[in-house]
Nanobody
Framework: QMQLAESGGGLVQAGGSLKLSCVAS?????????MGWFRQAPGKEREFVAA?????????YYAESVKGRFTISRDNAKNTVYLQMNSLKPEDTAVYYC???????????????????WGQGTQVTVSS
């Protein structure tokens, strides 16, 4: 499994921005895996936020609720995946988790159950 460590969470006013980072370690070739961000608000299930594929083009996928506001990216040289969050809303308040696909070179978009490694999460709080 890949070890993942998120950072960058915090308290921000509505309309503000935050950038989350997730550094991977553990010896597995980071570049070969689709990476994703999920979030979990109090009393709710963990939900998909965004993912970026392992392919050269780095295809990206977003939940409808964050399209146009969030941007996922990766730097394979640094074993790091990022989530730039703009125009934040109070409903974006949650613990944000970084995750790695459990299988390298997957050709289809992984579902939540396909992600095999998870970070500990970082809290994002958006005040109104």
């Amino acid at each position: 499994q890949m070890q993942l460590a998120e950072s960058g969470g915090g308290l921000v006013q509505a309309g503000g921005s935050l950038k989350l980072s997730c550094v991977a370690s553990g010896g597995m070739p980071f570049k070969d895996y689709t990476m994703g961000w999920f979030r979990q608000a109090p009393g709710k299930e963990r939900e998909f936020v965004a993912a970026v594929s392992w392919t050269a083009g780095g295809e990206t996928y977003y939940a409808e609720s964050v399209k146009g506001r969030f941007t996922i990216s990766r730097d394979n040289a640094k074993n790091t995946v990022y989530l730039q969050m703009n125009s934040l809303k109070p409903e974006d308040t949650a613990v944000y988790y970084c995750a790695a696909d459990g299988r390298a070179f997957r050709t289809e978009v992984p579902g939540r159950v396909d992600f095999g490694s998870w970070g500990q999460g970082t809290q994002v709080t958006v005040s109104s």
